[in-house]
């Protein structure tokens, strides 16, 4: 089985039960400060698009193709509803991040979003502010979402771009294949959307505790020995202090569940649409200010830190840590491949 490096370091750091793996831990700060700087003085709303079970198993088969489905078919929704007269009217910003696990590692792809509660109208003349408590109605938004979504799934199968394995081998034929989603197409898709109390810095940190790792945090492992790992993890169908359980896993159960959710290498976990897409997202950020009638961020001269010439981590692009420094043509020799022995020497 294949890992991308991504992967093999956090599972490495999980495994060890380390404080923190710090080259990620930089590289969330990093992240979370840029986000920072595009905040808008207005109110921010967190919605979640879910995938049901039965897409949940062919994505588990066919992950670069169908998460990235998700991000689109999720996406296009916001965008497309925002726009209409009838719900907003307006052009809005989008930061989505790809999460493919439950608390207890079990598979559950969705994908969070931070959304400004409000756009710019479509002649650029205004800025168009949601309600306070509201941005786009669920009902209407799991609806379109799931069309979408079947479409283009259905779409990419009869493409023949979709691969089948095991339990789910059959669905390569056409007839199974539809007859597997027939139940997902009168059900209700799971689309969360609310404002979040604490403001918007608070989605900010929430997201970023879940950019540049995979799975589980170190703080909720609680022992590894040879019984297992013993961890926590929130049981959803309870409430109050029951939610909070402990679960034991034998050592190759954990691995397992871990590695459900080692992503494609080279797939972005994290994408922004609308305001916020690529090269316009300066230009709109600034219209946007204009619109609301605030001043752009100041630049306070301030030096910005040296550059850094040090090469970047292979595992996760973030700084690396300089542990000791050797002078020219002094640099330690490693080990030989293998120990001669006097035998071998002599001869």
Known sequence: MQVNRKGEC?????????????????????????????????????????????VADIAFQNKAL??????????????????????????????????????????????????????????????????????????????????????????????????????????????????????????RWVVYAKAPFAGPEAVLAYLSRYTHRVAISNRRLITFDETGVTFRYKDYRRDGY??????????????RRFLLHVLPRGFHRIRHYGLLAGSARKTSLALARELLHVAAPVDDGTPGEPDDFRPPCPCCGGRMIVIEVFERWRQPRGPPDAPATNRETAS
């Open 10 to 54: 956090h599972l490495n750091a999980v495994l060890t039960s380390n404080s923190s793996c710090e080259c990620q831990g930089a590289a969330a700060r990093t992240w979370l400060a840029e986000r920072e700087a595009d905040l808008l003085p207005v109110g921010y709303f967190h919605a979640v698009f879910t995938l049901p079970a039965e």
């Open 242 to 255: 029951d939610r909070q359980q402990i679960m034991t896993l034998a050592v190759d159960e954990f691995i």
């Open 66 to 187: 169908v998460y990235d489905l998700l991000f689109k078919a999720a996406s296009e929704t916001m965008l497309t509803i925002a726009a209409d007269r009838k719900h907003l009217g307006a052009r809005i910003g989008i930061t989505a991040v790809l999460h493919t696990w439950g608390s207890a590692m079990t598979h559950h792809p969705h994908v969070h979003m931070i959304v400004p509660g409000g756009g710019i109208a479509p002649d650029g003349s205004r800025w168009i502010s949601s309600r306070p408590a509201f941005l786009l109605p669920v009902r209407v938004l799991g609806k379109l979402f799931r069309r979408l979504f079947l479409t283009r799934l259905v779409a990419l199968h009869d493409a023949e771009r979709l691969c089948f394995f095991g339990a789910l081998a059959h669905l390569a034929e056409r007839r199974a294949f539809l007859r597997h989603l027939s139940p997902v197409r009168k059900k």
